[in-house]
Nanobody
Framework: QVQLVESGGGLVQPGGSLRLSCVASMDIFSFESMGWYRQAPGKQRELVAVITRGVRNYADSVKDRFTISRDSANNTVTLQMNSLRPEDTAVYSC???????????WGQGTRVTVSS
């Protein structure tokens, strides 16, 4: 069973930065895609950023502020979040799609709160 373990959430003031990490229990190049989703209170889960076959895509709301990257040596995908806004407050979850059979895996989520 694939495990995805997130870390790095917390409370930050508007304009601040946080770095989220997602460590996979297997080689991340086994996954067709890996990304981050978020769900704010009372809202549907939405895609934040994803790497699919090496191509990065971002939600319009986070472009130029967030950066997704991967570290194959440590089986880690990170999300660097800069210029955070109150509307970025949400539970952020790591997602991976296995390249072999398309199975989808989720981490447990990490909470990000942007507030003064």
């Amino acid at each position: 069973q694939v495990q995805l373990v997130e870390s790095g959430g917390g409370l930050v003031q508007p304009g601040g930065s946080l770095r989220l990490s997602c460590v996979a229990s297997m080689d991340i190049f086994s996954f067709e895609s890996m990304g981050w989703y978020r769900q704010a209170p009372g809202k549907q889960r939405e895609l934040v950023a994803v790497i699919t076959r090496g191509v990065r895509n971002y939600a319009d709301s986070v472009k130029d502020r967030f950066t997704i990257s991967r570290d194959s040596a440590n089986n880690t995908v990170t999300l660097q979040m800069n210029s955070l806004r109150p509307e970025d407050t949400a539970v952020y979850s790591c997602n991976a799609v296995f390249g072999g059979n398309g199975d989808i895996f989720w981490g447990q989520g990490t909470r990000v709160t942007v507030s003064s």
